[in-house]
């Protein structure tokens, strides 16, 4: 397993990485993210503003949300954006 590392030195050029993130009951997560910004989600379609921006990760197999990880490290695979 790779160190952590503090997301403010993440990248944010829509790089998969893990992140480790803490849900609303207070469950720590590890999940598969990417920063996308606000011109990269406008890119994909849709209505996007500010609030939209920053990391998102897939919760289950159907369904992305936006997260506010605390940590980082080297994601193992090298998936397609989507």
């Known amino acids: 397993m790779s160190a952590k590392l503090p997301i403010a030195t993440a990248p944010t050029d829509g790089t998969k990485v ?3 993130w803490t849900d609303r009951d207070g469950q720590e997560n590890e999940s598969v993210a990417q920063y996308r910004s606000l011109a990269r989600l ?3 379609g849709g209505q996007w503003d500010d609030s939209d921006e920053g990391w998102w990760a897939y919760v289950d197999s159907d369904t992305q949300k936006r997260i ?7 994601a193992g695979g090298d998936d397609d954006d989507e």
């Open 18 to 20: 893990t992140v480790y």
């Open 42 to 44: 406008k890119v994909a």
């Open 68 to 74: 506010v990880p605390h940590s980082w490290s080297k």
